[in-house]
């Protein structure tokens, strides 16, 4: 029996996709991307039980709202330390674990605010490692930093996403420079800011680097900066 061209065998292999295109079927998602969407959905889904405490909370029903914030922090926490966590989205569950430690209730009888998040300080080292920012407090609600996320998350959503994906390189590097110094480990962030991750960006104030260096300060730093060689 003669064998079939390859032509009829690959179209019999790519069959059902072409008959489901022309029905109409969308085509199933790809893992990463069913993954994605996953996570995305847990993320809003703890976003609406940490405002589900705030305002139990606000209405002194103590208990309850403590459950619900509980329940946010459980979600964001176990995003946090799974490795393959997307960088976009591990700033928008550090953004929601900032907010639920800093969650707090009405005025008790002695006059303090009655903490919200109720779960032991060994758990909350936890996540605020796995959330890389133990370190620094910051302030969610405060206007700047709210204008800031604004822009890197909204207005210049594309230019955050490209600069990520440059920084696998130098992260590894940095955090660990970082880490042997003591210094922050969010500070790796910081070069987002200066150079967007691209060594060779140059100021016009001549700042050059990832970490934008003036020439001057770079030599104090015992950085060579020549002619021939320029180390920032």
């Known amino acids: 029996m003669r064998a079939a061209p390859l032509w009829l065998a690959l179209s019999f292999v790519s069959a059902p996709a072409t008959f489901a295109r022309a029905a109409g079927v969308p085509p199933e998602p790809a893992p990463a991307e ?8 847990q993320l809003k889904q703890a976003e609406a039980d940490y405002a589900d405490g705030v305002r139990l909370l606000k209405d002194g029903k103590v208990e309850e709202g403590r459950t619900k914030l509980k329940k946010a922090f459980g979600v964001v926490v176990d995003n946090l330390e799974e490795e393959s966590l997307p960088a976009a989205l591990h700033a ?12 707090e209730g009405e005025s008790d009888e002695d006059g303090e605010d009655a903490s919200g998040l109720d779960v032991p300080e060994s758990a909350l080292k936890v996540a605020t490692t796995a959330a890389g920012m133990a370190a ?15 822009i890197y998350s909204k207005e210049r959503l594309k230019t955050v996403e490209e600069a990520l994906a440059r920084s696998g390189r130098y992260r590894e590097m940095i955090e660990t420079a970082l880490r042997e110094s003591g210094l922050p480990r969010e500070l790796f962030y910081l070069v987002m800011a200066e150079s967007e991750y691209k060594p060779e960006a140059l100021s016009h104030s001549g700042a050059a ?3 934008q260096f003036m020439p001057g300060t770079a030599r104090k730093y015992g950085l060579e900066v020549s002619y021939w060689l320029d180390e920032r």
Do not use: C, H, Y
């Open 92 to 103: 928008d569950f550090a953004s929601m674990l900032e907010k639920i430690r800093n969650s």
């Open 136 to 150: 620094i407090k910051i302030d969610a609600g405060d206007p700047i930093t709210r204008r800031f996320v604004q």
């Open 209 to 211: 680097g990832l970490w």
């Open 34 to 41: 069913a993954a994605s969407d996953d996570v995305s959905a």
